[in-house]
Antibody, heavy 123, light 107 residues
């Protein structure tokens, strides 16, 4: 059974940093591209970032480039998202998601999701 | 970015009803369109990808259609477990974008 379990969320002050993690199990992690998707309170879903299965390429939504960094450790079946220079509008539930397909230069759909890790940016 | 617009935003229906949710793209996404079901406190669930390909294990009462800029998700006979929020998502560009969601409520 595919499982994705996020951790690392919490309350952080504006301008601060946080690192989210996602523990993957039930599939060969190193074969899959992985992503982060977020949902602000009362809002819809927003794709954040995707990383290639071997970690050689990362893709980000334009509005977040330079502040967030996606990474992975295939030996530990783990995905991470480093959030820096956080703003109030980054408050959201952050989901780890597995990519359903891979087309070079294009995004993907998401076939499995975790339950999310809540990040709250507030003073 | 491609904008995805769902209608309606809220839909009230009864068990057994046939319901249709529409998703329109600001430009063609070909068939690169997915649908998700999301319940509060739970992980979103993929229902359909590539506009009409039903995911394994998803009941056959769910179906997707459309291409280009207009797509529909149809539930042929609503069941109690189907009351949730539904999202469409395009993946025809570098940056995936979602619709704003359609909340399906019990009438």
């Amino acid at each position: 059974e595919v499982q994705l379990v996020e951790s690392g969320g919490g309350l952080v002050q504006p301008g601060g940093s946080l690192r989210l993690s996602c523990a993957a199990s039930g599939f060969t992690f190193s074969n899959y591209w992985m992503s982060w998707v977020r949902q602000a309170p009362g809002k819809g879903l927003e794709w954040v970032a995707t990383i290639r299965n071997d970690g050689s390429e990362n893709f980000y939504v334009d509005s977040l480039k330079g502040r967030f960094t996606i990474s992975r450790d295939n030996a530990k079946n783990s995905l991470s998202l480093q959030l820096t220079r956080l703003r109030a509008e980054d408050t959201a539930l952050y989901y780890c998601a597995r990519a359903g397909d891979y087309r070079s230069g294009y995004s993907t759909y998401f076939d499995y999701w975790g339950q999310g890790s809540l990040v709250t940016v507030s003073s | 970015d491609i904008q995805m617009t769902q209608s309606p935003s809220t839909l009230s229906a009864s068990v057994g009803d046939r319901v249709t949710i529409t998703c329109r793209a600001s430009q063609s996404v070909n068939n690169w369109l997915a649908w998700y079901q999301h319940k509060p406190g739970k992980a979103p669930k993929l229902l359909i990808h590539k506009a009409f390909s039903l995911e394994s294990g998803v009941p056959s009462r769910f179906s997707g259609s459309g291409s280009g800029t207009e797509f529909t998700l149809t539930i042929s006979s609503l069941q109690p477990d189907d009351f949730a929020t539904y999202y469409c998502q395009q993946y025809n560009t570098y940056s995936a974008t979602f619709g704003q969601g359609t909340k399906l409520e019990i009438k």
